[in-house]
């Protein structure tokens, strides 16, 4: 038995050694270290180029992988493995949760012959283990990249980068020469293939079973080249029904909780790397409305379009509508609802479409602005900006309350997701409406001048009518 973990730390923690059966294996991605990787028996620091392989082969001699499919197994399950195919050899992509898990098994039982990559789990088959150090391409191509969009008042969708440049970008770069027929994850997602008498045919990017864990938002923006080399075992099933073959497999994480937050940042707190990257440069707050001066923030850049926690204002709620970068203002209201402030135009730059090519139907599409099941009806015009690229001019059905600059819309036409791009403002030309008052105080230079924060006021009720 084979035991691999991977955490997001700054050094390798000295874990207690199990039994001589069984292998350690600790693979830091932090981003502002170089790792160390452990074989706890013999600790040792390894240096290497970015993608370098490393094997760490079970103590037990493999036993060979079953060319048939496992008749234990509901064939429903494995719908979406290719069962029916000549056994493939499949890099899967384990993360050490349940979902990447039980892809890996049920891959497995669907007879194909899979060798684990990124792994952080109690292996319960035997296959080859193999790690790749991305942290040179981690660093250069994501957290970079979301440090400047950071600085530049954007706010940017690491998970979305993560998997166009590194999970299914760097990584297959780097497995280039081991001849796999396809890649595999966890993600909650269904990729339908031309059949092998249609191979010029583009494969097609389709929302997952289970709408609430679907995840196509986040696989949006990657090339035809990538989709065709991919597989995603978790397509064909609902989440309760994955725990449910966790359980059947005996996994011992079956009951692990699934991840949150930001992909490359681990358990580090977001406030905490964007002050060590970025800093701290303080400004002030002001209402939209009224210009009134209510307290001090660290830097807009802490700050997104929409947000409400963490503001540590009184009488609220309190939402950021709007930041002004080169004065280092965030202006916030508590009207962000009202009527009157519509947010259903916005720009969409970076386009890339699935297919490779602009869908033909653009006036009757949905659209997801963040991930979730929620999805807008809209109709887009392609245009072509000074600089001679293509810009998407993207209406909505509906007001939205938290578009912002830097994140991605996916457009979908019914249940085939056809592209993204990444949002350019936050919902039209002309923003967030900011009073005179306010833009005139933004512009001061010495903004000591303001004195105390005002006394916020509660908010009143509306009256509602009884008659």
């Not at 730390?9 to 452990?38: A, C, D, N, W």
């Amino acid at each position: 038995m084979l035991r691999a973990t991977m955490s997001i730390l700054p050094l390798p923690l000295p874990l207690p050694l199990q039994s001589s059966q069984s292998l350690k294996h600790l693979f830091s991605l932090y981003p502002f270290k170089k790792p160390l990787i452990h074989i706890f028996s013999k600790p040792r620091k390894i240096t290497t180029t970015p993608t370098q392989l490393f094997s760490l082969k079970p103590l037990s001699v493999s036993s060979p992988i079953n060319n048939y499919v496992d008749e234990k197994i509901d064939p429903t399950y494995l719908s979406c493995c290719m069962p029916h195919k000549n056994p493939l050899k499949v890099a899967v992509l384990v993360s050490g949760g349940v979902d990447s898990s039980v892809a890996l098994r049920l891959l497995h039982a669907a007879g194909h012959s899979c060798t684990a990559f990124y792994l952080k789990i109690w292996f319960q088959v035997d296959i080859p283990l193999e790690v790749v150090h991305l942290t040179d391409e981690y660093w250069k191509n994501v957290v970079s990249y979301i440090i400047e969009e950071y600085k530049c008042g954007r706010t940017p969708n690491p998970d979305v980068l993560c998997n166009t440049r590194i999970k299914f970008g760097a990584f297959m770069d780097a497995i280039g020469g081991m001849e796999f027929d396809f890649v595999a994850s966890g993600h909650y997602a269904r990729i339908v293939h031309a059949s092998t008498t249609q191979l010029d045919e583009p494969s097609i990017l389709e929302l997952s079973k289970d709408m609430v864990k679907d995840q196509t938002y986040f696989l949006s923006h990657l090339s035809q080249a990538q989709l065709k080399r991919l597989i995603f075992p978790l397509g064909c099933i609902q989440k309760d029904e994955v725990r449910m073959l966790a359980k059947s497999f005996n996994l011992p994480n079956q009951d692990r909780k699934d991840s949150q937050g930001i992909c490359f940042l681990g358990k580090i707190k977001f406030s905490e790397f964007v002050a060590r990257h970025i800093g701290e440069s303080e400004g002030v707050i002001l209402e939209a409305e009224s210009g009134d001066y209510l307290g001090n923030h660290r830097g807009f850049w802490f700050y997104t379009i929409g947000q409400r926690q963490g503001l540590r204002l009184p009488g609220g709620p309190w939402y950021v509508v709007e930041k002004d970068i080169r004065n280092n203002v965030v202006y916030v209201s508590r009207n962000y609802f009202s009527v009157d402030k519509k947010r259903r135009l916005f720009r969409v730059g970076s386009l890339k479409w699935l297919s490779g090519l602009l869908p033909r139907q653009i006036s009757e599409l949905q659209c997801k602005v963040r991930h979730g099941p929620g999805f807008y009806n809209c109709s887009l015009v392609v245009e072509v900006d000074e600089h001679g690229r293509e810009v998407a001019v993207v209406r909505l059905s509906e007001d939205d309350q938290g578009l912002a600059a830097g994140q991605f819309a996916a457009f979908y036409d019914r249940r085939i997701c056809i592209g993204s791009g990444i949002i350019l403002e936050s919902w039209d030309d002309q923003g967030y409406p900011i009073c005179a008052r306010a833009l005139e105080i933004a512009r001061m230079e010495d903004k000591s001048k303001l004195g105390k924060p005002v006394k916020i006021m509660v908010k009143p009720e509306p009256i509602v009518s009884t008659i």
